[in-house]
């Protein structure tokens, strides 16, 4: 059976899931610590971009003049920003 390309995360996790058939690797068992750094890398970017949808959202709705100077806009941005430092400071580790 043919698969289609697959974004690389994806793929990662298909290769770790489902070995491949052939002799060396009909035996392997998936990698269950890379499959949790994986969860735990989504579910990082799943808040990181909540946060930038409330942001978003607040933005397009904002009684302010300038959303720019709305404390809720900057406190919501301030989150996400947060999120992008720790997900660099550890791909940095």
Do not use: W
């Not at 942001?55 to 947060?82: I, N, S, W």
């Amino acid at each position: 059976m043919a698969y289609k390309p697959l974004p690389t995360t994806s793929v990662e996790i298909n290769k770790t899931v489902t070995p491949m058939n052939t002799p060396s690797q009909i035996d392997e068992k998936p990698d269950r610590d890379m499959l949790r750094a994986k969860a735990d890398e989504i579910d990082e970017q799943v808040k990181r971009l909540q946060a930038m949808s409330k942001g978003l959202r607040h933005a397009a709705a904002c009684p302010e003049d300038d959303h720019l100077a709305c404390p809720t806009f900057q406190r919501l941005m301030k989150v996400a920003a947060a999120g992008v430092r720790v997900r660099e400071r550890r791909s940095n580790n």
